[in-house]
Structure formats: C-alpha cells, structure tokens
C-alpha cells in the first residue's frame, strides 16, 4: 500500500566521510570531530597502530585489524564497539576494505584468477559484501565517521617568487564509487589540513575552507539533535491518519501500525488515547446512523 505523509526531519546519527591524502590528518581530524560528538569513542585502526600517536588528544579506545581486511573484520569490529554502548565509532580507514590486502578489489581479483569465474562474474560475489558494510554504517545506533584514502597527485604551482613547483593534491577517495554518496556529510581535506565539504546535507559548511576541530563536532551534534524523536515523528503521523481516517476500520489500522512501533515508549499511551476517543466518536456515529 502506497503511504503518503507530512516531511519531518528526525533527530539522527551522523554518518560522516572524510577523505584526504597520506599525511593531511585523516585520523587526527576524525578524533577531533568525534570528541565534539560524544564522550565515547571507538576507533577502528587499520593504519598499523597510527590511532595510539594520539592518545594525547582525549580519551578513546582502539580496536586494530590487521591484513587482511575482509569485509568480516569490519563487521565484528563495528558490532563489538556497538554492544559495548559506544557514541561515536571512528573507522580508520575504510580504503583498506576496498583496496587494502585481503580487501574488495583483491577478493574480487583472486576469484577472477582462480578460473571460477570471469572480472565481471566475480563481483556477484563482492557486491553482497560491500553493500553489508555500508548498511551495517547506516544503521548503526552510534555516530559513524569514516576516513578514506584520496589517490595522490601533483600539480605546479606558483610558489611566489615567479617559479613554479609541485604540490601534491588529493583526488577521489581510495573506495568503490559512489561511496561517498551513502553519507550525510563528505569532507575532503587536503595537505594543509584544510577542509571543504564536498557533499553537505546539514548545508552547515557549503562554500567554506576551515581546519577541522571538536568545535566541528558540536556544530554537527547540535543541527543533528535539532529535530524530533522517531516516536515522535512516528505519534504525529498517527493522529495525522487518525484524523484523516474515514471509518473505524481506518482507524484500527491506522493505530496497529503505531502501537507496534510505539512499544515500549511512552507516546504509545498518547497514540492509545487518541484512539480511544476517536473509536467512541465514530461508533456513536455509527449508532446514530441506524437510528
């Protein structure tokens, strides 16, 4: 059945990308971020112990996965810090599962190699693998801040004195494409720390150049709380289709639906009072109309 409703914008977990060339401070920016998110924080550390380098910052635990970066290893790491009621989780970095040994591309090779299939086959196998990781982020109940490698390059530059000399850039993130699109908010930073937004759907940073800090994190926290709870967003679509209903059978339906996915909350008591009193109303209707 086809539903048509009022546009609420919830409360919601961030779900952040932030790709950058070796050396602009992936993991140091995430940390950042992540302080100015929650009180606590789990990284996910794939860059060979680079995650401890600064314990200095603040207060965060450390999960280390080691080649190979299967699909497996990020899963268990994700749920673990999950389980252990975790704010923010910090995945450091997500390039290993795409281009890392033991990752995506490398699967995706060795199954072409072995004779079991062809390049394109192979992915029937990989595809599966990549979209549990990425629905495994985006229904996670902690803040997700993923860091990715941006492949490297060089271009001339003036550097002032009338000569020119390279300076290295970052390009696309090291990862499927189109990753970037699964998150609510894409940084790119380059070799001066600096950061821009290249997707923003807070629209909080659109047009900016800035260097990120806990401060950042704030700013995230503050427009992502500014909205209304699932049960809330959940107990006015209700009386929305309660007072729109037509018949008591509407009605019931109606109120089903919002009891189940009000259980345990107390806007399931509102959600019952409002029926109550609209079932009274339409069978005395009812009555009246075979008087």
């Not at 401070?25 to 606590?40: E, I, M, R, V």
């Not at 189109?178 to 001066?192: A, K, L, P, R």
């Not at 009000?262 to 009555?287: C, H, N, R």
């Amino acid at each position: 059945m086809v539903e048509i409703r009022k546009a609420v914008r919830k409360k919601a977990k961030l779900r952040l990308g932030m790709a950058a060339p070796s050396g602009a401070g992936k993991t140091y920016s995430s940390l950042l971020l992540a302080f100015g998110l929650g009180q606590k924080v789990g990284l996910i550390d794939t860059e060979q112990g680079s995650g401890d380098l600064y314990a200095d910052l603040g207060d965060y635990d450390i999960i280390q996965i080691q080649a190979p970066y299967t699909i497996d290893k990020y899963l268990q790491a994700i749920k673990a810090f999950e389980q252990a009621n975790y704010d923010v989780i910090i995945i450091d970095s997500l390039s290993h599962a795409w281009a890392g040994d033991g990752g995506l591309l490398d699967k995706q090779g060795k199954i072409a190699d072995s004779g079991k299939g062809n390049g394109y086959t192979a992915w029937r196998t990989i595809t599966p693998e990549h979209n549990a990781l990425v629905n495994t982020m985006l229904a996670s109940p902690c803040h997700i801040i993923a860091t990715m490698r941006s492949k490297q390059d060089y271009v001339l530059q003036d550097n002032g004195n009338g000569k020119q000399a390279p300076k290295k850039v970052g390009l696309a993130p090291v990862q499927r494409d189109g990753m970037e699109y699964e998150f609510t908010v894409m940084f790119d930073i380059d070799i001066n720390h600096n950061a821009t937004a290249t997707k923003d759907r807070t629209r909080l940073f659109d047009g900016n150049i800035f260097k990120i800090t806990s401060q950042t994190g704030e700013q995230l926290l503050e427009w992502l709380n500014d909205g209304v709870s699932k049960e809330m967003a959940e107990l006015n679509n209700f009386k929305e289709k309660a007072n729109n209903a037509q018949n008591i059978n509407e009605l019931k339906i109606a109120f089903q639906t919002a009891y189940k996915n009000l259980m345990g909350f107390p806007e399931q008591e509102e959600a019952k009072s409002i029926y109550d009193k609209l079932k009274e109303k339409f069978t005395t209707e009812e009555e009246n109309a075979t008087v």
